[in-house]
């Protein structure tokens, strides 16, 4: 049976294209991530750009993409990418933020490659989006963004 992830993905983004706000409710923790590019799963392929960001409504920052520490072995990256989206998960950045398949569960250590240059070993690297670093999702919306011409 297919998992929510793929569920969303396939039936949101059949009708859909461009850049996305996914916003993610943990505890009393609001976060989430702006993605330039539409959220199609993919088995091999990266994609993004460095005008993608990850955000704390909770603590009024933005957390821009840097690149330092891409993930190895991910899929091919031929130049900076921001995300990676399969059927199994959701990942932003090198570990940044990573969403399960059922959309219930997701973990965040920054510093991947979004962050605000804090050392990786820092506390605050999985605590500062939702308070820890292994997170339950409480409520998740995705806003798809529109020209109007």
């Not at 969403?99 to 991947?112: A, F, I, K, Y």
Request: charged content about 15%; aromatic content about 12%; glycine content about 10%.
């Amino acid at each position: 049976m297919p998992n929510k992830l793929y569920i969303f993905m396939v039936c949101y983004y059949s009708q859909t294209k461009g850049p996305n706000v996914l916003l993610i409710q943990s505890g009393d923790f609001i976060f989430g991530a702006y993605v330039n590019q539409t959220l199609l799963p993919t088995e091999d392929k990266w994609t993004g750009s460095p005008s993608c960001f990850l955000f704390s409504v909770t603590f009024d920052l933005k957390l821009p993409y840097h690149g330092r520490n891409p993930a190895p072995g991910k899929g091919k990256v031929e130049h900076p990418c921001a995300f990676f989206a399969n059927v199994n998960n959701l990942l932003f950045g090198n570990g940044d933020i990573q969403l399960d398949g059922e959309l219930e569960t997701g973990s965040s250590h920054l510093e991947g490659c979004f962050g605000l240059g804090l050392p990786k070993t820092s506390h605050a690297t999985s605590t500062l989006l939702a308070g820890v670093g292994d997170f339950t999702i409480d409520k998740l919306e995705v806003w798809h963004i529109s020209s109007v011409v």
